[in-house]
Nanobody, 128 residues
Framework: QMQLVESGGGLVQPGGSLRLSCTASGNILDYFDIGWFRQAPGKEREGVGC????????QFLDSVKGRFTISRDHDHITAYLQMDNLKPEDTAVYYC?????????????????????WGRGTQVTVSS
């Protein structure tokens, strides 16, 4: 059973950057699509972005396009969410998730129901 642990959250000023890490144990992330999600207080959890296992193509929520990127580390067990030009509305608990598609999929999914493995989240607060 794979487990995921997020790290790298914290308090940052508007316009600043953070890099969140998602570290896996029990399996390697090369076999999985990676999804990042967030949940702000009083709101539903939403998909932020994802990275395809098979093509390395990414998808992002419109409000973060051009500011967030997702990548994998060469260590095979870590994925990252790089967040630049952060805004107060990016404040949320951020979760990483992993999905192992049964067939080759050129595009990753942004739907939460597609993901089987989840971390417990890390808090990101953007405030001056």
């Amino acid at each position: 059973q794979m487990q995921l642990v997020e790290s790298g959250g914290g308090l940052v000023q508007p316009g600043g950057s953070l890099r969140l890490s998602c570290t896996a144990s029990g399996n390697i992330l090369d076999y999985f699509d990676i999804g990042w999600f967030r949940q702000a207080p009083g709101k539903e959890r939403e998909g932020v972005g994802c990275l395809s296992r098979d093509t390395d193509r990414t998808q992002f929520l419109d409000s973060v396009k051009g500011r967030f990127t997702i990548s994998r580390d060469h260590d095979h067990i870590t994925a990252y969410l790089q967040m630049d030009n952060l805004k107060p509305e990016d404040t949320a608990v951020y979760y990483c998730a992993a999905d192992r598609p049964y067939t080759n999929q050129p595009i990753c999914a942004m739907a939460q129901t597609s993901y089987d493995y989840w971390g417990r989240g890390t808090q990101v607060t953007v405030s001056s």
